[in-house]
């Protein structure tokens, strides 16, 4: 039996964080083997929230970087801009068809950006975010998506827009599942929200140890620890949420020793700073090596951009047969 497809994606914001790496990359990476994946870099996706397209091409490249030096394989699953397959515009245009404008409406991340960017009138593309991404992975007949909870809701009018297509013109797609990250996704530095480039709140995949430490070491802790033997609470600090992911076999005795005031929070803060530069290290190296070998990095978005407009265009030729669109 042939393997089943994943269809992975991101939006090229620039470099990318741990908590990237934590919500998506190492389940990516994980899943290499076991499924044949495709790797989309959602380029047209960020028009949604901005015009101003200048960057949009170096924040792909930085993020292939990101993507090659944690270990995801181009060989075994091609990585491309979606805004060089003209296939995802094209299926787009038909999905637009066969979805309405209250059920877009109703789509909880549109709702929620719309309050966060404070949009007073939502551009009709933005209203049709989850329409294009159903384009990006029924293109490739995607059978599983990895996601965080944030995107569920994407997945579901992904297999709304399937199924209507199928009942209208022939069964061409199959209705992806969602596959939800094992780790739920990292709070920032700053303790409140979400790790988040826009709320500069993150630590990089590229920063090297004295930036992680730098950016730990000012990272909030219990606040009601005053001392540095006063009894601390675990569960509200932030540092601690990063040791459970990045140091989890030292996180038993941690929680000890917080708890009874025998570790202060500079030294626990260094221990976590030193677990995630282990974690970095290598890749720093390896990103290294790709930032001197830019072509060797190009030369991995034309050869994607190549296997995966095989697949796009067989596709859409079903789509057009199944609709008697010549
Ligand atoms: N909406 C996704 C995000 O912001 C990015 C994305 C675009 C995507 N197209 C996709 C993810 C297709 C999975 C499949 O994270
Ligand atoms: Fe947090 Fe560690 Fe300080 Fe406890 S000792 S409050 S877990 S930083």
């Not at 181009?74 to 515009?89: A, G, L, M």
């Not at 994407?154 to 199928?166: C, D, P, Q, S, W």
Request: aromatic fraction near 8%; hydrophobic fraction near 35%.
């Amino acid at each position: 039996m042939s393997k089943k497809r994943i269809l992975s994606g991101m939006r090229p914001t620039g470099k990318l964080h741990i908590g990237h790496y934590v919500g998506a990359l190492e389940n990516w990476i994980n899943l290499q083997d076991e499924y044949n994946n495709f790797h989309l870099i959602a380029d047209y996706h960020v028009l949604t929230t901005g015009l101003d397209t200048n960057a949009i091409y170096d924040n792909s490249i930085e993020m292939v970087i990101d993507w090659l030096s944690c270990g995801l394989d181009p060989v075994k699953s091609p990585f491309f801009r979606q805004s060089q397959i003209k296939e995802h515009t094209e299926l787009f245009l038909i999905f637009t068809m066969l979805i309405t404008k209250a059920r877009l409406e109703r789509n909880p991340t549109v709702k929620e950006q719309v309050r966060s960017l404070h949009i007073e009138n939502i551009i009709y593309g933005h209203l049709g975010y989850p329409v294009l991404q159903a384009a990006d992975i029924l293109l490739y007949k995607g059978d599983l998506v990895p996601v965080g909870e944030d995107q569920i809701s994407h997945i579901e009018i992904t297999r709304e827009v399937a199924r209507k297509f199928n009942a209208q013109y022939g069964g061409v797609f199959p209705e992806p599942d969602y596959k939800l990250t094992n780790f739920a996704r990292l709070i920032g530095l700053d303790g409140g929200a979400k790790m988040s480039k826009s709320l500069n709140n993150t630590i990089l995949l590229s920063d090297d140890s004295e930036e992680v430490w730098k950016k730990l070491r000012k990272a909030k802790t219990d606040p009601q620890r005053i001392r540095k033997d006063d009894p601390g609470n675990p569960d509200v600090c932030l540092v601690y949420s990063y040791q459970k992911k990045f140091n989890p076999e030292e996180v038993p005795q941690i929680e000890k020793d917080c708890r009874a005031g025998t570790i202060g929070c500079v030294d626990c803060k260094k221990k976590c700073a030193a677990k995630i530069s282990e974690l970095l290290d290598p890749i720093i190296d390896k990103r290294k090596y790709y930032e001197s070998n830019l072509d060797e990095v190009k030369d991995v978005l034309l050869d994607g951009e190549k296997r995966a407009k095989a697949i796009a265009e067989a596709t859409m030729g079903e789509v057009r047969q199944s609709m008697k669109l010549g």
